[in-house]
């Protein structure tokens, strides 16, 4: 008999041996019924024997814990499914609201910009730089106003000036006028007496 037929014989032995050992233990444990997977194979080695890296379980237990991991496996690969459903569903709705949030941006920033702008002859200005300008032409509008008004103050005063002293000049040339007209009317009227008087005498 061979070396490697004795550790056959002897193997088989062996499990046979284990197998009538717990023949009394026709019933399954609860542990392969209502615990985890985790739980029923640390049972499993806890309650089985290894003999030349074999080890022996029953074939109810066998069968039981075999049906449990595919059960397992069935229900794992199940909720996988369901997982990749689940994510693919909220992959779109992400790229959806991706979607959306990009499209109110650029909403948002059309509002924006449109709100901080103001429409002049067909271009769009920025409130900032439009009320810089018109504060500018306000403040050079109101600085000529206040230019002109003293101009014409000088101007008014420069004019009353010139009228009065033409008012008085013409006072000045009527007194002339008067002053002269009557040294004249003297003067020819002593020219006259003296006229008179040449023939007279």
Known sequence: MSKSRFRFISTVAFLV?????VSGQTTMPDVLIKN?????????????RIYENY?????????????????????AN??????????????????????????TNTRLENITRTKNSISVLGLEVNKVTYNT???LIVIGLTAILALGFMVFKRNLSFTLNIKN?????????????????????KLSMDHFNEIKRMKGG
């Open 17 to 21: 041996f284990t197998c009538f050992k």
């Open 36 to 48: 985890s997977l985790k739980d029923q194979l640390k049972y499993i080695e806890e309650r089985t």
């Open 55 to 75: 080890r022996a379980i029953r074939e109810d237990m066998f069968q039981k814990l075999k049906g449990n991991i595919s059960d397992t496996l069935l229900s």
């Open 78 to 103: 199940r909720k996988i499914v369901i997982l990749n459903i689940t994510a693919s569903g909220l992959k779109q709705t992400i790229d959806s609201l991706n979607s959306t949030m990009e499209t």
């Open 133 to 135: 300008i018109m504060w």
């Open 165 to 185: 002293e033409l008012s008085e000049l013409k006072d000045e040339f009527q007194t002339y006028r008067k002053t002269t007209r009557e040294a004249r009317e």
